[in-house]
């Protein structure tokens, strides 16, 4: 394993690998997020398109210079990630865009991007002793921890706000986590959580509070680089709500560049509801850290009052010379029907987001003729069934006598 540095992101205060460290002391839990980087010069030559092209893994685990584990600790009987990115022409056209790649993420164990972080996390969690990992989720962070868990032998344990959608609760339930389900909105639960696992010293999953969450996430920047022959597309479209995704898919990229894999960086655009626009605010009014809002969405996994990684999203945006679009639900139930009806891919409310941001994004006329666009598909459908049926607007099924002259009767009007 090659050594890595951990640092604050905001004062820059470097903290030891040999122990597990969550926020910056000195800045706190929003501000004081940890990054991990690495000596890029070492990792140069033994991570290179070559190597990759010999490197039979089909998993996460092809790029573990660049991750903070060692060889013999990766995960064997789940795959994780190389998940599929197809090219989809139709769209393409009728946008008027010259590419458009679809990542499908909803290919992982839990049916979410989640399991890239919860992999490297939990196997960080079993490098330092843990037995008991614990996290609080709105629902995919919840069920990946869970299964990996299962797979990996250790407890689980969730706080999950009450809305979370019957989908993921009963995944929860499949794979064994204890629930502890909060009579409140996913940040009261956060924040209930957080005081409990401190005082039973279970080790803190969370999202953007535990540092290696990302290094699992940014693997998804890694397989497009690599899946697209190392061409980057123009621009990224990704499904936001605490900030922790986005800001992997940057690290992966700026990962990537500085060991010489991609020649330069594309543009991100933060896709939000417009009920749960934090980041977006934040963005478009040039502040660096992300105000709290009254998040209201069915996009379940995007629904955050305060981002828990805004600043690293927000940074992201900026660096990237990228952008935020906020769009309203009635659309992301509209992406959700157009993906599926037209690619065969059905993902939750919140990944369709990057689709119903793309479309506005060519509605406001923001598209050019000659870009490569990639909308990232965080999770599946099956997660929220309920949430599909209230975007159906056409009528898709007859009831029949079981009588041949009936069913010719009803199918000429159907």
Known sequence: MIKHIITCVNCGKEFTSEQMHYTCDKCGDIAGTLEITYNYDQIKPVLTQAQLEQNRLQNIFRYLPLLPIGKENVITGLRIGMTPLSENITLAQEYNVANLYLKDDSFNPSLTLKDRASAISLIKAREFGYRTVATASTGNAAASMACLGAHMGLQTVIFVPESIPPAKRLQLQVYGAKIVIVKANYDAAFDLFRQVSQEKNWYNRSTAINPYNIEGKK?????????????????????????????????????????????????????????????????????????????GTLADSISVDLPRDGVKAVRALRESQGDAVTVNDPSILQAQQILARQTGIFCEPSAAAAFAGFQKYHTEGKLRAADRILLLLTGSGMKDLASAEKGLTQKTEIIVDPVHDDVHKKLEHF
Request: hydrophobic residues 45%; charged residues 20%; glycine residues 10%.
């Open 219 to 295: 693997t998804v920047a890694f397989e497009i680089c690599e899946q697209l022959d190392f061409k980057v597309p123009d621009l990224i479209f990704v499904p936001v709500g605490d900030g922790s995704i986005i800001s992997g898919v940057w690290k992966g990229l700026k990962d990537f560049y500085r060991i010489g894999l991609i020649d330069h960086l594309p543009r991100l655009v933060a896709c939000q509801s417009e009920g749960s626009a934090a980041i977006a605010n934040a963005f478009k009014t040039g502040q660096d850290q992300p105000l709290p809002v009254k998040a």
